[in-house]
Nanobody, 127 residues
């Protein structure tokens, strides 16, 4: 069964760090572009970061310089390193996999481009 599973969420103080993992089962994550999205209470889900199959990365302006996306194809896992966390980063974080296409990077934050979704992991930034 094709599945994406996020882990690594939790409660952290402002300024702290977390590393989220997105692990795949029943398919090869390296063959897909991967996006991280988040949904805060009362808000729409939004794109956070994206990594292509060849390692090109993109970030939402709100997380540039603080978050880093990476992939380890040998472990079939994508990571989101989150540093200098702020209360406004509090949300449920989702990873999603998209079939690669030439212009996907332009529309990386478009949720309909993604074929598989994980169930999400909660990140809470609070003192």
């Amino acid at each position: 069964q094709v599945q994406l599973v996020e882990s690594g969420g939790g409660l952290v103080q402002p300024g702290g760090s977390l590393r989220l993992s997105c692990a795949a089962s029943a398919f090869t994550l390296g063959a897909y572009a991967i996006g991280w999205f988040r949904q805060a209470p009362g808000k729409e889900r939004e794109g956070v970061s994206y990594i292509s199959t060849i390692g090109s990365t993109y970030y939402a302006d709100s997380v540039k310089g603080r978050f880093t996306i990476s992939r380890d194809n040998a472990k079939n896992t994508v990571y989101l390193q989150m540093n200098s966390l702020k209360p406004e980063d509090t949300a449920v974080y989702y990873c999603a996999a998209a079939f690669p296409s030439p212009n996907l990077w332009v529309l990386w934050a478009t949720q309909s481009k993604y074929r598989y979704w994980g169930q999400g992991t909660q990140v809470t930034v609070s003192s």
